[in-house]
């Protein structure tokens, strides 16, 4: 794992007098499955549909004590019962994939994976702890970039072209982004916004706005719409006429019928339009490029 250090759930692991060493297991990228028919007497070679990955990725990491410089790791430093506990309470008290975030080791670049620590085991010397061998199981097959972030600012009445470009390694799959939508007082009765990808084939996402709220936002990936409290919204409450479910946590097609915005490779051309004498004075949209480097 490339980089001497890492944040993850809070902190840095220097704060517990540690570093990242070389780790004695090689990187694995995670591998890719072809979906395709079956090879029949008339089929001899059958037809390919897509691919999937076979699994998330997975990251390795050596983490040895430093010496009270921080300076090169000091391998005869060992480990006691006290520094043991303190990661480990650390690194395994999450329930549910958080962020590790792992700087270069210039220092420039940062990517994010989510997911958790599987697997801590003691790196032995005789019959004691010098360091720990770390195991950490991403919920993704790859990791992702900061936060790109763009702010669009609202005319009443009329269409707002924008921009926003998708740079993610991963050419053939969308991004889905997170889309905030605030009001300069309070959404007003029967106020709509209409967002238009033009690069996707001129899809629409049009809704109405909770009266009262004062903001949305709307998670594409997860595709869930949230209010200003952190209430869900249902769809059916947005002015989405299919039937949908309200229960989020029933899956149904009706719900994915729906145009959840989505990023194609490189530039996309958004449009904007609101109703005379509207209250939306800002549209967010924010996502997270691609990275596939995992750990290089």
Known sequence: MVGNDFYYDGHWLSEFGMRVYDP???????????????????????????????????????????????????????????DINDVRAWLESP???????????????TTTYYGLFTDIKPYLLGNECFGLYLTFTCNAPYGFSDIFR???????????????????????????????INSATAFASDETIDIVNVTDGNKHMF????????????????KTVVDNDGNII???????????????????????SFYWLRLLPKKNSLQFTTLENSTINTVTIEARYIIKSGGF
């Open 24 to 82: 004695d297991d090689i990187q694995q990228f995670a591998g890719r499955d072809i979906d395709k028919a079956d090879i029949t007497p008339i089929r001899p070679i059958p037809n390919h549909y897509s691919t999937h990955y076979s699994n998330v990725l997975t990251l390795s990491f050596l983490i040895i004590k430093t010496d009270e410089d921080d300076t090169l790791p000091q391998i005869e430093t060992k480990m006691d019962g006290e």
């Open 95 to 109: 329930k549910k994939p958080k962020e590790l975030q792992c700087p270069t080791a210039d220092e420039v670049v």
């Open 150 to 180: 763009k702010r669009y600012i609202m005319l009443s009445g009329v269409t707002v072209d924008g921009y926003f470009s998708n740079y993610s390694a991963e050419y053939g799959e969308y991004l889905k982004p997170v889309i905030t």
């Open 207 to 222: 809704l109405t706005m909770p009266e009262g709220a004062t903001s949305i936002t709307i998670d594409c990936q997860k």
């Open 234 to 256: 249902p769809l059916s409450a947005l002015g989405v006429t299919v039937p949908v479910s309200t229960d989020y946590n029933f899956i149904s097609t009706e719900l994915y």
